[in-house]
């Protein structure tokens, strides 16, 4: 399952070139991943009071093809490609909104830790649901 997420790039994303600078595609990643979540009613703040559960970034490979400049639109589009007991990986995708330029892609897999003891623990059996389609 896709989802695409909107993100206009503003000029406190860019450098002093002008571009986007390299780790801003991160949090745009990041903003796309939580919206994924929310999209099925899953509040990151509520996982932690409620199930004791964060996810954390354990690793990301990014490969940058163009770059965004100020003022352009993007598109970020996230996908789970494999849901593992307590991880997940994403498959994530900037386009520009106007021409579907590719500009930037990244594999990133998200850990599942109790937030009390920040130990890895299984992804509750909701979202797990949501992600596998059920």
Known sequence: MKF?????VYYE???SGGVVYYANYLKFFERARSEFLRRFNIEQDILITEHDVIFAV???SVDYHK???????LSVTSE??????ASLVFRQVIHREKDET???HAVCKVACLSASKMKP???PDEIVQHLAGK
Do not use: G
């Open 58 to 60: 354990r690793q990301v």
């Open 102 to 104: 590719l500009l930037c």
């Open 121 to 123: 623990r299984p992804i």
């Open 13 to 15: 994303d860019t450098d």
């Open 80 to 85: 789970v490609i494999e849901l593992n007991k």
């Open 4 to 8: 695409s997420w909107p993100i206009r």
């Open 67 to 73: 770059p965004a400049v100020f003022n352009d639109e």
